[in-house]
């Protein structure tokens, strides 16, 4: 397969970002009291909302939640922002306008709204949102999560290539930008739908677009990702899967190639000496 070039619309790249975004998250909350929609639509005039997080069961979410999302609730509502989008005064602005048109719209009616406490705001960034820095204080919660203050509400912002490597990070991870993170998180994220390997493949081709190396499929991935990590296994795991009969064959393989290396290179000597 070959590689897509710079070529392709800037925007095309965008708008791909953010449906792999969604997607990714839809996979994460499948099987949870929570369900995803994605760039819902807020008004006549088309104004999209990235994702929204969306609890629609009783229950607790099993297993734990990636950095950032711990004091999630009802209705989150996330504004994304991929590599080359920043997440900027603009675009809090903005995430605050959807969240007046979507609390009027998911309340009985604008005169009984929902309680305000029932909706949470993410900034989620693929780098550190340095413009946003200069002009308000992000207060630091931990690695790669924040707080701002603006206006009455208090939005977390998620910087991704800032999450501390970790299983339950995974999903942060693939869209950090950073080629090491994205890996990681290819091989530690554990699919709930068995749609996350073309999702996957499709966020290769994103990063290959702007220049990052990345495989160019999953299976390139899993392919290069166990010759690279070989090394950590113990003998025993390395060789789990092959018979007996392999393993000597194998070996057989080795000595004729080494045998044959070693009169070549005596071959080559006694040809100089002589």
């Known amino acids: 397969m070959g590689v897509p070039t710079q070529s392709v619309g800037t925007r095309e790249i965008m708008i791909d970002w953010h449906r792999l975004f969604g997607l990714a998250l839809t996979d994460f909350f499948t099987d949870s009291p929570f369900v995803v929609e994605l760039e819902k639509d807020l008004s006549v005039k088309r104004q999209l909302l990235d994702v929204v997080i969306l609890k629609k069961q009783t229950g607790e979410f099993s297993g734990q939640m990636p950095d950032g999302l711990d ?3 009802t209705h989150n509502l996330l504004s ?13 602005d903005e995430l605050t306008g959807h969240y007046v048109n979507y609390r009027k719209q998911t309340s009985p009616s604008w005169d009984d709204l929902l309680p305000k406490d029932q909706f949470r705001l993410y900034g989620v960034s693929t780098r550190f949102p340095q413009l946003l820095a200069n002009q308000v204080r992000l207060e630091r919660l931990q690695a790669g999560v ?11 912002v998620l910087v991704l290539n800032e999450m501390p490597v970790a299983e339950h990070n995974a999903i942060w991870h693939l869209f950090s930008g950073v080629r090491e993170k994205v890996m990681s998180g290819a091989a530690q994220y554990r699919s709930h739908t068995g749609e996350m390997s073309t999702i996957i493949n499709q966020l290769f081709e994103n990063y290959q677009l702007e220049g990052i190396g990345m495989p160019y499929t999953m299976e390139d ?5 166990t010759k690279e990590h070989l090394n950590l296994l113990a003998t025993e795991d390395r060789l789990q899967g092959l018979s007996t009969e392999e393993i000597k064959a194998y070996l057989e393989k080795r000595e004729r190639q080494q045998t044959h290396a070693t009169r070549s290179k005596r071959d080559s000597i006694s040809k100089l000496g002589g």
Do not use: C, M
């Open 80 to 92: 994304y922002k991929s590599l080359h989008e920043p997440l900027d005064d603009w675009a809090l």
């Open 71 to 73: 004091n999630i609730v």
């Open 146 to 156: 924040y707080e701002v203050v603006w206006g009455a509400h208090r939005i977390r």
């Open 221 to 225: 991935f899993k392919r290069d990702y």
